[in-house]
């Protein structure tokens, strides 16, 4: 579904990436694990077309998409929950979930109804200010937001960080859901190794901007030094 060649980006002068190559089935949870600072963010974003590619090639469904916009790559069916969540704070949940019928062009209001019954609390606080909820209720309702353009291909940057455990546990629930309940593919960046173990079928690690390690299984004594502090 998803394939990065050679791929080497960054910021301005600064090269984070290089040669990266990854491959993402469909219906695929792939995590990418490694310390903070080493690429991870920037592979996420590069993936999205956020960062542009400067060497190497990322096809999607056998289309080329290296110099193709981030808006293109969201309506060719790739969906993107960033670090951080980037709500809007003064639109109300149900207008911030509305957003997400801009990458869907089928737009079938029944998917509110499934990312309400993934996530309540966003029916329950639909007529709230995205402001006025939780960490945790904002990192909801920003992966309800990308599930609601039905996404092929789902990147997730560190959903789990700074959330508390009940809502951790929430998503990781509705990751394994979409797994085995549609024909999405994940990305996932996560640093905590538990929660990539319990939802990931396939591990890239990451080192100074390359691959050092990957493989259906984490073989401990492989990827401990790439992931300790």
């Known amino acids: 579904m998803l394939q990065l060649k050679d791929v ?3 910021y301005d002068e600064s090269m984070v990436l290089r040669d990266v190559s990854i491959k993402v089935k ?8 490694g310390r903070n600072g080493v690429g991870k963010s920037t592979l996420i974003k590069t993936i999205m077309g956020v960062l542009k590619v400067q060497g190497g090639t990322i096809a999607f469904e056998d289309k080329e998409l290296t110099k193709a916009s981030a808006t293109i790559r969201s309506k060719a069916g790739i969906g993107y929950v960033p670090q951080g969540r980037e709500i809007f704070t003064t639109l109300t949940v149900y207008e911030n979930l509305l957003l997400g019928f801009e990458s869907n ?3 079938n209001k029944e998917i509110i109804n499934k990312v309400y019954k993934y996530f309540p609390v966003l029916q329950e606080m639909k007529n709230r200010n995205g402001g006025d909820l939780s960490g ?3 990192q909801q309702l920003a992966i309800g937001r990308a599930l ?3 996404p092929k291909l789902l990147l997730l940057d560190e959903p789990a960080e700074g959330i508390q455990p009940n809502i951790v546990e929430d998503i990781q629930n509705v990751i394994l859901d ?3 309940e549609t024909k999405t593919s994940m990305v996932l960046v996560e640093q905590d190794l538990g929660f990539a173990k319990a939802v990931g079928d396939y591990f890239y690690v990451i080192d100074r901007g390359t691959v050092v ?3 259906s299984e984490l073989i401990d004594e492989k990827v401990e030094k790439h992931l300790s502090i």
């Open 26 to 33: 469909q219906n695929q949870v792939i995590c990418i694990l």
């Open 148 to 150: 609601i353009a039905e």
């Open 178 to 180: 979409l797994k085995n």
């Open 136 to 138: 945790g209720q904002q």
């Open 105 to 107: 062009p089928n737009k």
């Open 213 to 215: 390690f990957e493989g």
């Open 8 to 10: 080497e980006s960054g």
